[in-house]
């Protein structure tokens, strides 16, 4: 396949996964960017500090594909309660409102990480962004326990 046709398979198959996972499409991009710049800046902060371990990576990278299966499981409670509200002609506003708030703590988690990492590498990380992501993170915690 040339490079025009690979071009217009890869675009075709994104605009499609784009169409189905309708509004959580661009957080979910989004965690995968948090999810990648995690992973490396945790191998970066391993190496600097001697601590770099292939087991530890492994398990970054199984905790990572658990993530994307609580996603799942946030998405099918989703589709479960759309379909049974459409079932008794309730029409609900949003589709996938677990799922976004799922993919929001995720992110939120992964930042958090990401500047945990670079303190590790002695990258001055400034208090108050690390003190506003963890607020972020304690008040989608508080609203989860209403």
């Not at 191998?43 to 609580?70: C, F, N, P, Q």
């Not at 590790?120 to 962004?129: I, S, T």
Request: aromatic letters at 6%; zero cysteines; hydrophobic letters at 55%.
């Amino acid at each position: 396949m040339d490079n025009k046709g690979l071009k217009a398979v890869l675009s075709a198959a994104a605009a499609g996964l784009a169409a189905y996972l309708g509004i959580v499409a661009i957080p979910l991009a989004v965690l995968v960017v948090m999810m990648i710049a995690d992973y490396i800046s945790g191998i970066t902060a391993a190496y600097i500090t001697k601590d770099l371990s292939s087991r530890k990576g492994l398990e970054g990278i199984v905790r990572k594909v658990g993530y994307m299966l609580l996603i799942g499981v946030a998405m099918t409670v989703d589709y479960l309660i759309s379909h049974g509200l459409t079932a008794v002609n309730i029409k609900p506003g949003i589709q996938m409102w677990f799922a976004l708030l799922v993919i929001a703590w995720l992110i939120i988690n992964e930042m958090i990480s990401i500047l945990e990492n670079l303190s590790r590498m002695d990258v001055p990380v400034p208090g108050f962004l690390t003190r506003i992501i963890k607020r972020l993170r304690d008040s989608a915690e508080k609203k989860e326990d209403r």
